[in-house]
């Protein structure tokens, strides 16, 4: 059943996004030196974004009356601004890579979730489109 693998997944990127909101706002304490106000201001204003994207996962669960996880994804540690950068964006790259998969299975499901599939699909289209652009701002601020 297509609609179970859905909600799988769904909530895989539910803990993706838990872990991401409190890695963001933790790695956003640790900058220093004369960058570091701005990067932690664009940092902490990407862990709203992610703290938005997980009420978005929890709606799409919520519309197929499936429980949200509240477990949290591992994080990843760094020290320095630079490598702090760098575990971020890789993790961007991977957040839109797994949602992609998300958009799969959702295409899978279309014909067992008829009155869901749109919403599901737009939720997680958008989500995708944030993640790409907080990748892109990120390499940008590492001068990628």
């Known amino acids: 059943m297509a609609k179970a693998k859905l ?10 996004e838990h872990q991401a909101e409190a890695q963001y706002l933790s790695h956003a304490t640790l900058l220093q030196g004369e960058t570091s106000d701005t990067i932690t201001a664009r940092l902490t204003e990407i862990a709203g974004d992610e703290h938005k994207h997980a009420g978005m996962f929890r709606a799409c669960l919520e519309i197929l009356d499936a429980a ?3 477990k949290m ?3 990843h540690p760094a020290a320095g601004t630079k490598n702090i950068l760098k575990v971020n964006l890789k993790d961007e790259r991977e957040a839109v890579d797994f949602y992609r998969t998300i958009i799969a299975e959702i295409q899978k499901s279309k014909a067992e979730l008829p009155y869901e599939y749109e919403f599901i699909e737009h939720k997680i289209r958008h989500i995708i489109m944030d993640e790409q652009e907080h990748a892109l701002e990120i390499r940008t601020l590492l001068g990628e």
């Open 7 to 16: 909600i799988e997944l769904l909530n895989m990127g539910l803990e993706l």
């Open 68 to 70: 949200p996880s509240i």
């Open 73 to 75: 994804h591992e994080g």
